[in-house]
């Protein structure tokens, strides 16, 4: 297990990861031409979606072999919207490969990967792609990652040629240039030119320093020798890179196949094995548990991804302890019940090498679990464990589907399922008031593939729009003494009831989004209406509040005052004064100024500093009223109450004022008076 690698590839969009992963495959042979994302071509990204948009949108894992040690990668999006992908991805994974734009340097998104590392503990080394483009810089990428992401940057090579004349690197720990002269041959290895030494002497003696400042043994070398050995060096920053205090910088030009073969190397020397991570913990009973990297031991694996195809169901999953094996029954923790293992596969991206076990350490997917979400622990029946699944990010956007066809609505519900299965950062819900259906996810581009999804793998017409808000009606100026008889004789026991009702405000807008301020009482004396009536009034004024005279919304915040009646001996009843009551406040509603309301929730925004006077202008324009800021390490949290109306598309919108660095979350506050409401 110490030759094993899981690793995965993170950056902001359009960095170069899909690229590093496809050089890292045909470097090891497992691939024998080398695909591009232009083209359309690449491994790793083989959705129809993923090829059209040129973007990775879901985490692929691939295996592949190199230097006697076995590579499991995964290939991340990079886009804001499918950060739960890297979420899920981190969860499972004992190391990564940051990849850097040499132009951009450290991108919103970057940061966003990075900090997600941080939470779950990952150690990464960081690969600075695209040192052929114009205005590449090794130098500002590296100041930019000291800056903006807080760790030691040590860069271990100084690029041979800039731009359009980068040719190479200088390995500045065995003091060796490495040169692709032509971009597609393999690495000429040779002395340091010339016009370089000077210049890699110094930035080897600056790496010295640098790691003399973090690691105490380089430092005691460092102190007693004035220098510091190659294998003291390549100890320290393994010793480093696993501890987190510094991060290994490499360079070079993946799309030009220049600088992938010592990142190779790095990785297989600086990154971490599944035995060199802390023993897994998880709970079991009520005691937590721990399970060291043991082939021996009881089987734990977590599921981290589940996928639909034309051959079956694949569960994604990581070997914590133990071995699994084909045909093997395994244990549900979650969802209580027993598994069957039909066959396990080494993946590469949609293509699969079946194999007859897999051990501790291992990333493999496995046919024949029926129910198995992401997020799920599969254990030996004899020992269970419950692992701790990846958390799932609140959904922030939200659109309306409906099937066209209406012999279509139960498969839309089958294959909405499914993505939800997949995906569990979708959420999908039923409006109870407007009846659509609702996809909620973390970003319109995120919903806009998920919609895609629909039409292409299942075939469905579906038409999409903005959710209906839930309006409501309530009263501004009430009415007092209305007057109502019903009266209905058609042959047999005819229907009687004479009701007399003031309305009037409650005084308090409903904050629940329920019917509970509706206020009713009687005032009646001498018995003019029997209690049972009184409670049949009651009944039908609610009946009423379920629409009210301005759009059909229900009514809240009323009080209905029961002040006057008369009944008959024979056909009076409590029919006859509940469909009284409906049509009385029914006709007072009428008579009284209604106003309409908007749901309205409260924004927690947190944004940086140098954003905040275009989200605050933001928020003003959506009729937005700020509640406070308060500042919190370089960021702003600004808290106001908008209505809900307003907020689709916010998510995008503030993503843009704040180069995707701003989040924000929603909670409901109740409803408000709405602007205009004879415009609705």
């Known amino acids: ?32 031409k080398r695909g591009e994302v232009h083209d359309g071509t690449t491994v790793t990204d083989f959705d129809s979606q993923e090829r059209d948009r040129g973007i990775t949108i879901f985490a692929a894992a691939v295996s592949c072999a190199w230097d006697g040690h076995r590579i499991n990668l995964i290939d991340t999006p990079g886009h804001v919207d499918f950060s739960d992908e890297v979420e899920r991805s981190l969860r499972v994974l004992d190391g990564a490969i940051a990849v850097f734009d040499a132009v951009a340097g450290v991108e919103p998104q970057s940061e966003s990967v990075w900090r997600q590392c941080d939470r779950h503990g990952v150690p990464r080394i960081a690969f600075v792609n695209k040192m052929d483009r114009a205005g590449a810089d090794l130098d500002a990428a590296v100041e930019s990652i000291r800056e903006r992401l807080h760790p030691a940057p040590l860069v271990v090579q100084l690029p041979i040629g800039a731009e359009d004349g980068f040719t190479g690197v200088v390995d500045l720990l065995r003091m060796r240039a490495l040169v692709w002269p032509d971009g597609h041959g393999t690495c000429e290895e040779g002395p ?132 699994i094996g084909k045909g093997e029954v395994v244990w549900d923790v979650g969802a209580r019940r027993t598994e069957r293992i039909g066959r396990i596969l080494r993946v590469r991206a949609d293509r699969h090498a079946e194999v007859d076990r897999a051990v501790a350490g291992d990333i493999v997917a496995v046919i024949g679990p029926k129910a198995a979400r992401a997020g799920a622990t599969l254990c030996a029946p004899s020992a269970p464990l419950l692992l701790e699944p990846p958390t799932v990010a609140d959904p922030v956007v939200s659109v309306a ?22 995906d569990p950062s979708l ?8 009846g659509q259906t609702v996809v909620s996810g973390m970003g319109e581009l995120h919903l806009e593939v998920a919609v895609e999804k629909l039409r292409r793998a299942h075939g469905l017409d579906v038409a999409v729009g903005r959710p209906r808000v839930a309006y409501r009606e309530t009263v501004a100026r009430g009415v007092s003494g209305l007057l109502y008889r019903h009266v209905k004789q058609d042959g047999g026991a005819g229907q009687f009831a004479h009701v007399v009702l003031d309305v009037e405000p409650l005084g308090a807008v409903d904050t629940s989004g329920g019917a509970v301020d509706f206020g009713f009482r009687s005032t009646v004396v001498g018995g003019r209406v029997p209690q049972e009536y009184v409670r049949a009034v009651e009944a039908g004024c609610r009946d009423a509040l379920a629409e009210g005279p301005l759009g059909g919304h229900p009514v809240t915040g009323v009080r209905v005052t029961l002040t006057d009646g008369a009944t008959h001996s024979k056909d009076s009843s409590e029919m006859a004064f509940r469909t009284a009551g409906r049509l009385a406040l029914r006709e007072a509603l009428r008579a009284c100024a209604m106003v309409l309301l908007e749901p309205v929730v409260e924004v927690t925004a947190t944004v940086p500093d140098d954003a905040v006077g275009g989200v605050l202008g933001d928020l003003a324009a959506r009729r937005g009223r700020v509640s406070g800021t308060a500042a919190r390490a370089g960021t702003a949290v600004i808290t106001a109450t908008v209505p809900l109306a307003e907020l689709f598309g916010y998510a995008t919108r503030l993503r843009g004022r704040t180069q995707g660095r701003g989040t924000f979350t929603t909670r409901p506050a109740g409803h408000a008076p709405a602007p205009a409401p004879a415009s609705r």
Do not use: Q
């Not at 899909?18 to 691939?31: D, F, K, P, S």
């Not at 079956?312 to 990581?318: E, Q, S």
């Not at 959420?427 to 407007?434: C, G, I, N």
């Open 192 to 323: 340091v030119p010339d016009a370089l030494r000077e210049e890699a002497r110094r930035r080897r003696r600056l790496l010295e320093e640098a790691v003399a400042e973090l690691h105490p043994g380089a430092l005691e070398e460092f102190c007693a020798e004035s220098a510091v050995s190659t294998a003291t060096l390549a100890t320290a920053l393994r010793e480093l890179t696993l501890a987190g205090e510094g991060v290994v910088v490499l360079c070079g030009s993946a799309y030009r196949n220049r600088g992938v073969e010592p990142l190779l190397d790095a990785a297989v020397a600086y990154l971490p094995s599944p035995v060199d991570v802390p023993p897994v913990r998880g709970i079991r009973g009520d005691a937590v548990e721990e399970r060291a990297a043991d082939p021996g031991g009881p089987l734990a694996a977590l599921v981290f991804k589940v996928t639909s195809t034309a051959t079956g169901r694949l569960t994604y999953l990581r070997v914590y302890s133990g071995t």
């Open 1 to 32: 297990m110490t030759g094993v690698r899981n690793l995965g590839i993170l950056a902001h969009v359009d960095a170069g990861k899909t690229t590093v992963t496809e050089r890292i495959l045909y470097l090891t042979g497992t691939i024998h």
């Open 401 to 422: 589907v409906e099937a066209r066809g209406r012999t279509d609505a139960d498969r839309l519900a089958t294959a909405l399922a499914r993505l939800v299965e997949e």
């Open 427 to 434: 959420a999908v819900r039923t409006d109870p008031e407007t």
